[in-house]
């Protein structure tokens, strides 16, 4: 039985507004690709600080650093039909947020927005220092949520997060978008 649903953010909850932002602001991005993936993976991780990692988009970008994030910012459209879905599902089920994101941004966006009630738990991966698709995400989530792995439904945009989470003994839904969310859910057995 269900008793928990565990969200992404970026490319679930909301746009991933980085990489539109990157192509808009950095010249050569087909080529650069590997350098700002392996950035992101740093920052998520907490391997390099918040600062550090500004000052790298600064940098790259031309901009001065307090211009990072009001620009990063305007990108980050949340899907707001998604969370009246998820305001729905937390009346039968525990709700979770694991991403992958730096938190001082992901913590400004989820306070402004008044989205930290609909989590009963949530770990951003640079606060708590672990990345999907460790397992070890996956785990901390779970204790938090005190739920087993098959009792929980995972939802991402990417396959190898889906893929790390369906290994762990989750339900993993690769999201494509609200309506067809709603359906796999509903295959599940999940009740909207």
């Known amino acids: 039985?269900?008793?928990?649903?565990?969200?992404?953010?970026?490319g679930v909850i909301g746009a991933d507004g980085l990489w539109p932002w990157l192509s808009m602001h950095v010249q050569d991005m087909a080529v650069r690709r590997p350098f700002f993936l392996e950035l992101c993976d740093k920052v998520d991780s907490?391997?390099?600080s918040h600062d550090e990692f500004?000052?790298?988009?600064?940098?790259e970008s031309g901009m001065e650093p307090g211009e990072?994030?009001?620009?990063?910012?305007?990108e980050m459209v949340?899907?707001?039909d998604l969370i009246q879905i998820m305001r729905r599902l937390k009346q039968n089920y525990k709700i979770g947020l694991l991403s992958n994101f730096t938190f001082p941004w992901?913590?400004?966006?989820?306070?402004?927005n008044e989205l930290y009630d609909i989590f009963d738990a949530h770990i951003i991966s640079s606060?708590?220092?672990v990345i999907k698709p460790q397992r070890e995400a996956f785990e901390k989530i779970l204790r938090m949520l005190g739920v087993e792995a098959s009792e929980s439904v995972f939802i991402d945009d990417r396959q190898m997060h889906v893929n790390a989470a369906n290994k762990l003994g989750m339900l993993g839904i690769l999201f494509t978008g609200n309506t067809k969310l709603v359906a796999d859910?509903?295959?599940a057995g999940v009740s909207i």
Do not use: C, Q, R, Y
């Open 54 to 59: 500004i000052a790298s988009l600064a940098k």
């Open 106 to 112: 992901l913590n400004e966006l989820l306070t402004e």
């Open 68 to 74: 990072v994030w009001p620009s990063v910012k305007k």
């Open 127 to 129: 606060e708590h220092k």
């Open 78 to 80: 949340i899907n707001h």
């Open 1 to 10: 039985m269900i008793k928990a649903i565990i969200f992404d953010w970026a």
């Open 185 to 187: 859910l509903g295959a």
């Open 46 to 48: 907490a391997k390099i």
